[in-house]
């Protein structure tokens, strides 16, 4: 098989891995313009220092010896097979690096015999990358559950970032569909890289030249919308996660129907992208906001408001809380108000030592005042003019877009759906006020 054959299938292969982000589109180059888009092949992730870069992503081979019922490349799946020797894989990144079509490699892979194997093939490739082509760029690898720990290790040596896919928020799901995995061969290798980061940042301190494990750090991935587990499971897995192992990012994957299964969503069920970005949303208040999971969800209530983010909703349904007068709250309080975000913030903090703050003074700040007036007071007061009932509330915390997307998810049959019928503006607002 020729090498860019080889090359369409396995790039192709790895499209459906969100780990690292790729572009989704695909886009002829057109008489008259710039450029083309293709789904698979490309994708982007950020440096330390905010820097977009662009990945070669693909798979060492599309060949797995598992069965996971979600997965295109699944033994049973009647599909093309490709597999890169490690020189192949290694001169190909090398060739596209040369030609400034990339800064970097983002390698996963099916099972090709058996875990170690493939990871023996991993190593190889990045040996070869590292060692003989002295290439010094941005390699995210995947880790193979299952694998030998000594070649985790090795793995962790070469690339700056890794992942362990943690594909399915429980050990039910992973029985379901993915049998031959096991929660214990997924958060084994994690706990050993959590590890040997947190070994190695101390040794770098004390031996300058130290080689460097993982200096990324880990991140994983989570399918959603495949099995019945809820927003309230998965974010709490997810918080756990980021406690637990340190991770650096927790990707979430709408499901995307590629297989027909009695134990899968119909082949025609849309991904349930609302979903995705709900949880998206939820972990950015875990991570950078002080929010806790069960502030967010709990047993009663465990899926995410498809009409408003988790902030507004966790607002609306602590509004006991509210107003705060903006010249005095805490930072953490200020956090909490919609429309403001970590910078506004700061700059409050900032701005407050110098004198009072206004209204405008808060427009000028980049507060987003149509949300966030609704929950603060200036010197005492609230905004003038400003009537509290549940419609005005609802009009600043909804978008036109945001309440069209809802309305057209409620015709989706997905677990987000509250209603069982277009929502009247009654129901908005009960939903709004928590009462739904
Ligand atoms: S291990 Fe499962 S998810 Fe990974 S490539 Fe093989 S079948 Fe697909």
Not at 310 to 324: L, S
Not at 382 to 390: D, S
Request: glycine content about 6%; charged content about 25%.
């Amino acid at each position: 098989m020729e090498l860019m054959d080889k090359l369409e299938i396995l790039s192709d292969a790895a499209k459906y891995d969100a780990a690292c982000t790729s572009s989704g589109v695909s886009r002829e180059a057109r008489p008259g313009s710039i450029g083309s888009c293709s789904l698979g092949g490309i994708c982007h992730s950020f440096a330390a220092d905010g820097r977009c870069i662009s990945l070669l992503k693909v798979l060492m081979t599309n060949s797995c010896v598992y069965d996971c019922k979600y997965c295109v490349n699944r033994r049973s799946n009647d599909v093309r097979r490709a597999v890169f020797t490690p020189r192949e894989l290694a001169e190909l990144t090398i060739q596209f690096y040369r030609r400034n079509y990339i800064e970097g490699l983002f390698l996963s892979s099916g099972i090709l015999k058996n875990p170690s194997y493939t990871c023996e093939q991993m190593i190889e490739t990045l040996e070869l990358l590292r060692n003989e082509y002295h290439f010094n760029g941005y390699i995210h690898a995947k880790a193979i559950p299952g694998a030998d720990d000594a070649l985790i290790q090795q793995l962790g040596l070469l690339a700056d970032r890794m992942s362990v896919n943690i594909e399915l928020p429980s050990q039910q799901s992973l029985s379901l569909l993915a049998p031959d995995k096991s929660k214990t061969d997924i958060l084994r290798p994690m706990g050993l890289i959590t590890q040997k980061i947190a070994e190695n940042t101390t040794e770098i301190v004390r031996y300058q030249h130290t080689p460097k494990f993982a200096p990324a750090g880990q991140s994983t991935q989570m399918i959603i919308g495949a099995t019945p587990d809820t927003d309230f499971k998965i974010l709490n897995l997810t918080q756990a996660l980021y406690k637990k192992y340190s991770l650096k990012r927790v990707f979430y994957s709408a499901y995307m129907p590629v297989q027909s299964d009695s134990l899968l969503p119909a082949i025609d069920t849309k991904p349930p992208l609302l979903r995705e970005h709900r949880l998206y949303q939820a972990d950015w208040l875990l991570r950078f906001y002080g929010f806790d999971a069960s502030e967010l969800l709990d047993e009663q209530h465990q899926s995410f408001n498809p009409l408003v983010d988790p902030k507004c909703n966790w607002a609306i349904n602590h509004m006991e809380q509210f107003p705060v007068e903006v010249n005095k709250a805490p930072y953490e309080m200020l956090l909490r108000v919609p429309g403001i975000g970590v910078k506004s913030a700061q700059r409050i903090l900032q701005t407050r030592r110098t004198g009072p703050i206004s209204f405008d003074g808060l427009k000028r700040i980049g507060v987003v005042l149509r949300r966030a007036q609704y929950f603060l007071l200036c010197q005492g007061k609230m905004a003038e003019g400003l009537r509290v009932t549940p419609e005005s509330v609802l009009r600043a915390l909804i978008s036109k877009q945001d309440y069209e997307a809802a309305l057209r998810v409620q015709e989706q049959p997905q677990q987000l759906s509250l209603f069982d019928r277009d929502p009247t503006k009654e129901d908005l607002a009960k939903c709004l006020t928590g009462q739904i």
